[in-house]
């Protein structure tokens, strides 16, 4: 399985757009991005994926570098709800995701 | 839908106790897993199902049994707990979409401490 890799925090000013950028430079052709948050303790909640093209939902949008190797989160207008820790995973679209360490967001008020 | 269940939400047990945290979905998800979380520790996969009557090893078996008798319930069992086991476990479920990609469902964890 592809490894990832992201800086292990971030601040945010509320309002502004959170750019979490997340390094997979071993990824396979067939492997997606997945992005997943988790908010205080609670279960982890899934976010966005993508396999080649930029992605955008309700919640975010994902950019996704040509060679595939990284790839970036944006909340638009990030709020003091988005406060969580943000994994960045690559996996094939089996069941078993690996979650490493992630990202811890803080957005400021 | 209520989504991914667990029970208990908490549980304290003494070292060598046995018991069983139980999931449940509505959402008729053919995938299902147990992970594990430690403090400040990303999620550890125990054991998975890709349907029912069938269950497989993740990361961290050791210690753990699952059975999948139905599509809706995975409950996990603790043979002999020790306190190596206190952490918060996540069940979680996934469907299968149709361009091979997957989002899973997580519950709202079962917090378990072992003295």
């Known amino acids: 399985d592809a490894k990832t890799t992201q800086p292990p925090s971030m601040d945010c000013a509320e309002g502004r757009a959170a750019n979490l950028p997340c390094n997979h430079s071993?990824?396979?052709?067939?492997?997606?991005v997945y992005w997943y948050r988790q908010i205080h303790s609670q279960g982890p909640q899934y976010i966005i994926h993508g396999l080649k093209n930029n992605e955008t939902n309700e919640m975010a949008s994902l950019i996704i570098t040509e060679d595939r190797k990284s790839s970036t989160l944006i909340l638009p207008h990030a709020t003091l709800r988005d406060t969580a820790v943000y994994y960045c995973i690559v996996r094939p679209g089996a069941n078993n995701l690996f979650f490493g360490t992630g990202t811890r967001l803080t957005v400021i008020p | 839908n209520a989504g991914v269940t667990q029970t208990p939400k908490f549980q304290v047990l003494k070292t060598g106790q046995s018991m069983t945290l139980q999931c449940a979905q509505d959402m008729n998800h053919e995938y299902m897993s147990w992970y594990r979380q430690d403090p400040g520790m990303g999620l550890r996969l125990i054991h998975y199902s890709v349907g029912a009557g069938i269950t497989d090893q993740g990361e961290v078996p050791n210690g753990y049994n699952v059975s999948r008798s139905t599509t809706e319930d995975f409950p996990l069992r603790l043979l002999s707990a020790a306190p190596s086991q206190t952490s918060v476990y996540f069940c979680a479920s996934t469907p299968l979409q149709g361009d091979g990609s997957y989002e899973q469902y997580f519950g709202p964890g079962t917090r378990l401490t072992v003295t």
């Open positions: 071993t990824i396979s052709g067939n492997e997606y």
